[in-house]
């Protein structure tokens, strides 16, 4: 089966993406995550023609979502195994590996239109916006692959419900801190090229909360 029929199968849930009583398709789904977050990491830290900061972003983006997927397995482990659900846990594996492989299918289909936004403009708001609209259109379409996996565990038991959503809440707590740590991911052409920022070892919601007090007090 070729590259281009397998995400096929992968995006319409058919073949054996499809089939859960099959054994866990996790090679071509670690090739699919890994292939197109490189691809898009690459063009997403192109702006400003920086090859070094697209090489930067490049390996930035799979270990972004690996980190945060992992972090977050013995966590979920855990609250599947605290609502009787542990038995299902491989299904569980299968379907959000198949949600962060569609996440890494879109991300590099989007890609295109990254780059051609990026010689439209001029403003580094502007491109770190894109970005984030475009990672937020494949999470998204990612939800749509998670919501099919998990389709069939709700009708057998509805606590799986609970079990999604621990899952969303914990990958989105993990993946902003992961983000906040990681970055820049689209550099700024006024600054140095680095692979973190100087002041990266902090927390993203202390950093938010503050700004916000600022923002408030200021007032």
């Not at 962060?100 to 289909?109: E, H, S």
Request: net charge positive.
């Amino acid at each position: 089966m070729t590259a281009l029929a397998e995400i096929e199968d992968l995006l319409r849930g058919q073949g054996r993406f499809g089939d859960p009583s099959g054994p866990m398709p996790w090679r071509p789904l670690v090739a699919v995550g890994l292939a197109g977050g490189l691809f898009y990491g690459a063009v997403m830290g192109s702006y400003g023609l920086q090859p070094r900061q697209a090489l930067y972003s490049a390996l930035k983006v799979p270990l972004l979502v690996g980190v945060s997927t992992v972090t977050c397995l013995p966590n979920l482990y855990t609250v599947n195994a605290a609502l009787g659900l542990g038995p299902d846990f491989p299904l569980v594996m299968r379907a959000i590996l198949m949600a962060q492989g569609t996440v890494a299918v879109v991300l590099a289909g989007l890609a295109p239109i990254t780059a051609f936004f990026y010689f439209g403009i001029a403003d580094y708001g502007a491109a770190v916006a894109i970005n984030g609209l475009i990672f937020l259109v494949s999470a998204l379409a990612g939800q749509v692959t998670l919501s099919r996996g998990y389709r069939s565990l709700v009708a057998a038991n509805p606590r799986h419900r609970i079990g999604r959503a621990a899952w969303l809440t914990l990958y989105l707590f993990v993946g902003i801190q992961a983000a906040w740590l990681l970055r820049p991911f689209v550099g700024d052409p006024a600054l140095s090229t680095r692979f973190f920022r100087s002041e990266a070892w902090g927390n993203a919601y202390v950093e938010v909360a503050t700004l916000l007090w600022r923002v408030l007090t200021s007032r």
